[in-house]
């Protein structure tokens, strides 16, 4: 045995009381990818499959890989950040240069791996066919699949020239003895894991195809190798007896306490009918054709497209429930992410699925064995990983990987079963740290993204990326609208064919059925099954228009009296804030009951409490005495995945798929006229639907809906097809009197976005310049999207390099109902600062977010004191210390806004990074919004 294996380090406790040989730490993140093997030996032969090679023999290479995946910490500029350890290994460490984050051990690993005789392309332990340039290319990716476990992949070029050892030595960050350590270790090692004479051939395109998620596991594995269980041992002992009594039990140990995906796989049950799924519910046609058409004995080979469109309240959830535990029966996937376009539409769904009629909710009918779904934001369930703590990444000064089991909006990813927003999954296909993470957490389960027609151009770009990748990987996609315009029906199918590879991706086009509802394809390699269902039946919703705030209050006020509830719909926080305030006043003078308020910027606690005292108000169980009087305003937060059903609705004019949405929850369920749920017909007065939109006056101009609208018309830019979906209602509604989502809605909605050049001539002349102007920014937003994204065909490696002048992504994507950026809420007292909520977990539980960027990053004192405050927090409540220091460890990347007491709320000021400031004001019931 070559004693320098045992001459470096790899952890270190402060000040260097004590280490974990570098040798040792390998072989803990071996044991923990063996034992992840042994947990889901399906999961190795499904690589060895895509890689076109033997499992015994890959499992011996990938172990291989893993334990040498921190080789690069060698260096001696690493090892020279604790002088006392060095001094006790032996390390010269004389006229180096201060270990440099940009010359990392991560990179340092790459070059010296790939510049071992072992990972020779055509002589090494790993065979690759093809041109040297295209041996040299796989083979760079297999080692950056491995050394790239930092969330950043090695560059191309580094300093003033080509990444390599040269660049190492001209930056005074290693010697020669180095590379000399490296080599024992690598050959060593190959030893242990029986790398003899006989190669492992490895398909190019197939790693290509799997790099992403492979570093995404593969970083898992580090990081539970990382685990604070791994005790340090700082000399040699035997190397074999360190990986059977020391190293596994301990990789055993993590794995079955935390179970990340995809090391976990849950027992499936058989399949199961509607009736299962939903007792008591009698199906509709959508329901019935879901039901024959994934029969497991009949489903069609390969990946599955999974096309589910019907008016709003029609059972779509349930057919795409029924559709994941066909899937998951039949071993074609092995569990599912429920992806939602907002934290709001993610908590109903969440709710929807948690607990069904039967008591089991959707993991008892999918798993037999306990199993509960993670919701991205649940406060709940944020404490269940608390237990996990890790020296991943602790010596780099980089975001502590804690938070990806401490902080449930990312563990959901990890979780075997998870519902949260789509931004979760999407971050998988960007270029940021630790991409593929997320890209391992949805692999192998089924994709279902409801509201999908929700989504801007950058995020609909990123969709079809992920689109494309889960395809390419076999796995299958259910996509959910009530509202799905032709044109992006035919961007998302032909993304996810491509991503699959089907021969023939026009046929599939063609095979898209017509604008009418319900609507369900089930797109595969042969073509497309869409059986032919009847249409749904019709649901007129009179109309009129109004043209002034004050008819909107007039209206709700006078039905108030006459005991029906109602809801007015505003299209941004501040016009939903100032609405408030005047109904509340009039409610008030009227002798009713106060009005509520729902967005989505309220702390999670305020959220859920104004959420339920929603759902009593106009759930599907709500009764009179909770319905009378009562007055909602409401954002987009209301109008998607809340089964809400209301006597009296009033909404702003938005575009005519966002109407649609709302319209859904206009007299909803039938009621009597107490406004008790009953058999159809409903019993209630008739009434009208209101929309608030400009008068009718002459051809538009270009700013006629920023006039009447200013604040809506920075969510909602395309005002040329505005106009259009405004004059088609308004010519239905006086040919007719009413609209019908049902009947009407997929005419118009295909109408509407019809391709500029289709549009152009219909429009008025003013129109036509905004029209245009507005597909320039759809544009330069699809190509914002496409540089920043990760092009998956290409492979990790190629993809991360391209386009090497990018700054790494940092903020979520947002989709048009998002808020993008997130801030943590914090209270200046006098001397003392706290955070705004104070419960378990006051990091999340002071958390919101907002659409303005911030310009600020908080002062040391600030941040100081909040950290001080979060860990004597902690310790009241008995957290294990190196748990506290993680938390306090993440605090750091945080973005706190100070806030001080103003009567029953909190003020602070808002400083943007345009170097804009405004007041912003937090109440319980109104939550955070900017002061006028």
Sequence with gaps: MDPRIFCRWAKAERGGRGC????????????????????????????????????????????????????????????AQQSDLCARLGIDVRGLAPYSREYGHDHLGFVLLREDPHLD??????????????????RDLLLSIFTGHHGRQPPARLGSGRIGWSAFRAARQVREADREVARAMVGFLADLFGLGEDPVEVDACGLRRVSFVLNGMFTVADWLGSAADFAFVDGPMDVRTYLCERARPTAQKVLHRLRPWPFDRPRPLPARSFRDLAPGLRPTPLQRAMDEAFDPRRL??????????????????????????????????????????????????????????????????????????????????????RDYVTRAEGETGESPPETWFA????????????VGTVDQALLGVLRIRHATVRL?????????????????????????????????????????????????????????????????????????????????????????????????????????????????????????????????????????????????????????????????????ADRARIEAELLATAGPESGPDKRRGRIVVATQAAEQSLDLD???????????????????????????????????????????????????????????????????????????????????LRRGVEATGAFDPVRDGPRILDEVYR?????????????????????????????????????????????????????????LPTTRLGESHELVLVVRDGDAVRFLVEEDDPLEDSRVRVPWRPGWRA???????????LRQHLQERGFDSRVVDADVRALGFETLLPLERDGAGWRGVFRTGGGCSFTVRYDRHLGLHREA
């Design 20 to 79: 974990h040989l570098l040798v040792w730490h390998g072989l803990d993140v071996a044991a923990v990818l063996e034992v992840g093997f042994e947990e889901r030996p399906d999961l190795l032969r499904w690589l060895a499959a895509a890689l076109g090679a033997e499992p015994h023999r890959l499992r011996s290479v990938l172990l291989w890989l893993a334990a040498l995946h921190d080789l690069g910490k060698v260096g001696s500029a690493f090892q």
């Design 121 to 138: 392309p055509q002589q090494g332990v790993v065979r690759i066919s093809g041109t040297p340039p295209v041996r040299q290319g796989v």
């Design 300 to 385: 069609p080979p390969g990946p599955l497209l999974v096309l589910i469109q019907d008016a709003t309240g029609s059972g779509k959830t349930e057919a795409a429930d029924l559709a994941v535990q066909r899937l998951v029966a039949a071993h074609r996937a092995e569990s599912a992410y429920i992806a939602l376009p907002t934290m709001a539409t993610a908590d109903a769904a969440f709710a929807r699925r948690h607990r069904s009629a039967d008591g089991r909710g959707l993991a008892g009918l999918l798993f037999g064995d306990p199993c509960e779904p993670v919701l991205a934001h649940a406060r709940a369930l944020r404490r269940a990983r």
């Design 407 to 418: 902080r449930s909006s990312r563990r959901v990813l990890l979780a075997r079963l998870g």
């Design 440 to 604: 391992a957490g949805v692999l192998r389960k089924a994709l279902v993204v409801d509201e999908v027609h929700s989504f801007d151009d950058y995020v609909l770009t990123l969709l079809e990326e992920l689109l494309r990748h889960q395809a390419a990987l076999g796995g299958s996609v259910v996509l959910l609208s009530a509202t799905l315009a032709g044109r992006l029906r035919e961007r998302l199918v032909r993304a996810f064919a491509e991503g699959a590879g089907w021969a023939d991706v026009a046929a599939h086009l063609r095979a898209l059925p017509s604008a009418r509802l319900p609507v369900l394809a089930v797109f595969h390699a042969g073509g497309v099954l869409c059986p032919e269902l009847p249409p749904a039946p019709a649901r007129p919703v009179p109309l009129a228009f109004v043209h002034a705030p004050e008819a909107c209050i007039a209206h709700l006020v006078d039905r108030a009296r006459d005991g029906r509830s109602g809801i007015w719909f505003r299209n941004t926080v501040g016009d939903a804030v100032e609405a408030f305030a005047a109904l509340r006043t009039a409610c008030a003078e009227a002798g009713l009951p106060a009005p509520l308020l729902y967005h989505a910027r309220f702390l999670p």
């Design 646 to 728: 209301f006597d009296e609705l009033v909404s702003d004019l938005a575009p005519v798929d966002v109407l649609i949405q709302r319209l859904g929850r206009f007299r909803r369920h039938p009621r009597d006229e107490e406004g008790r749920r009953c058999d159809p017909p409903d019993g209630r007065p008739p009434t009208r639907a209101l929309l608030h939109v400009p008068p009718f006056a002459g051809e538009p101009d270009r700013e006629w809906y920023r006039r009447f609208l200013p604040r809506a018309a920075a969510i909602y830019a395309d005002t040329a097809r505005l106009w259009l979906g405004l004059e088609l």
């Design 755 to 811: 391709p500029a050049e289709e549009l152009d001539p219909e429009l008025p002349e003013a129109l036509r310049a905004a029209l245009w102007e507005h597909e320039g920014t759809a544009f330069a937003t699809r190509e914002t999207a496409r540089r920043g994204r990760l092009e998956t065909r290409r492979g990790l490696l190629e993809a991360w390099r391209a386009d090497a002048d990018l700054p790494e992504i940092e903020s």
């Design 859 to 869: 002062d040391p004192e600030l941040q100081d004191a909040v950290a001080r405050r």
